[in-house]
Nanobody
Framework: VQLQAYGGGLVQAGGSLRLSCAAS????????MGWFRQAPGKEREFVGV????????YYADSVKGRFTISRDNAKNTVYLQMNSLKPEDTAVYYC???????????????WGQGTLVTVSS
């Protein structure tokens, strides 16, 4: 599966942004979809993951209550709704596909190219 993330941009602290990740192919629904991010000078970190049906999600503590992952299998798209953004959320955000509901990047075999989110204070 090929993934393409988009929707990043510049937003003020406290604002909202929605990222999208479009997948090619007809097998999108068999994958768990995760979001990761990488801030400048830091390692890539887990943000959240959604189950194949969309009925289950799991988030990193740093974004819990502010970020929401959803998916539309008919459109082969997964979303990351980000609210109450903070400057520390500034990073390149990546979507990824896995055959398990993992939290480690090595569990994901397919990655999008990343989209930059910048949160100004």
């Amino acid at each position: 599966v090929q993934l393409q993330a988009y929707g990043g941009g510049l937003v003020q602290a406290g604002g909202s942004l929605r990222l999208s990740c479009a997948a090619s192919g007809r097998t999108f629904s068999i994958y768990y979809m995760g979001w990761f991010r990488q801030a400048p000078g830091k390692e890539r970190e887990f943000v959240g993951v959604i189950s194949r049906s969309g009925g289950e999600t799991y988030y990193a503590d740093s974004v819990k209550g502010r970020f929401t992952i959803s998916r539309d299998n008919a459109k082969n798209t997964v979303y990351l709704q980000m609210n109450s953004l903070k400057p520390e959320d500034t990073a390149v955000y990546y979507c990824a596909a896995s055959t398990s509901m993992g939290v480690r990047s090595r569990e994901y075999g397919y990655w999008g190219q990343g989209t930059l989110v910048t949160v100004s204070s």
